[in-house]
């Protein structure tokens, strides 16, 4: 199950949702990736935030906006590539310092690893995955996936502070 929290500035407001891991729709490897759905239990129609779930139609077509980096996963998947991993996760912009949150995935033949390459809206820089922690004082420390601090601005004030809003890390999503 995935997680789902509110971020904020605490200097001006702005506020980020982000959720992270996977979601009960996506739960299915098959269903992500193949448009297929594993089991007949499940109710596919719920709560996918961008409509129903179609048979055929694999929810990798949702979950990423890029339309260069899905050809580039269904060529690969076509071709015999298999899902390893996937998950919403948070990546950081290391130029702006801006944060986005978007679906990460890797695939794997024999032959090739494949994990997308997000890039910046704003500058083009390629993103970075980072995770967050709370610290004591409340503010959010935000670490590189290889363990090094990292630093951060609010895009629209560029204070750097942010805060979880009420409720913090809270509960599962979907
Ligand atoms: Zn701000
Ligand atoms: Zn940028």
């Known amino acids: 199950m995935g997680v789902m929290y509110v971020i904020k500035c605490a200097k001006c407001g702005y506020k980020l949702y982000v959720t992270e891991g996977v979601g009960m729709m996506a739960s299915s490897p098959n269903a992500v990736f193949y448009g297929k759905p594993s089991g007949n239990k499940q109710r596919w129609s719920v709560a996918f935030p961008d409509g129903l ?76 995955m980072v995770s967050l922690r709370e610290r004591k004082d409340g503010k959010i420390k935000l670490i590189y996936k290889d363990n090094q601090n990292g630093e951060w601005r609010c895009p629209e004030c560029g204070a750097e502070n942010f805060e979880f809003t009420e409720g913090g890390f809270a509960g599962d999503w979907d």
């Open 53 to 128: 779930y179609e048979y055929g139609k694999p929810l990798l077509l949702d979950l990423v906006e890029s339309k260069s980096i899905k050809d580039r996963a269904f060529a690969l998947i076509k071709s015999g590539a298999e899902p390893e991993t996937y998950g919403h996760e948070l990546y950081i912009c290391p130029k702006c310092k801006r944060l986005a949150n978007l679906f990460y995935f890797k695939l794997k033949s024999p032959t090739q690893e494949y994990e997308p390459d997000y890039h910046c809206l704003h500058c083009q820089s390629s993103l970075l």
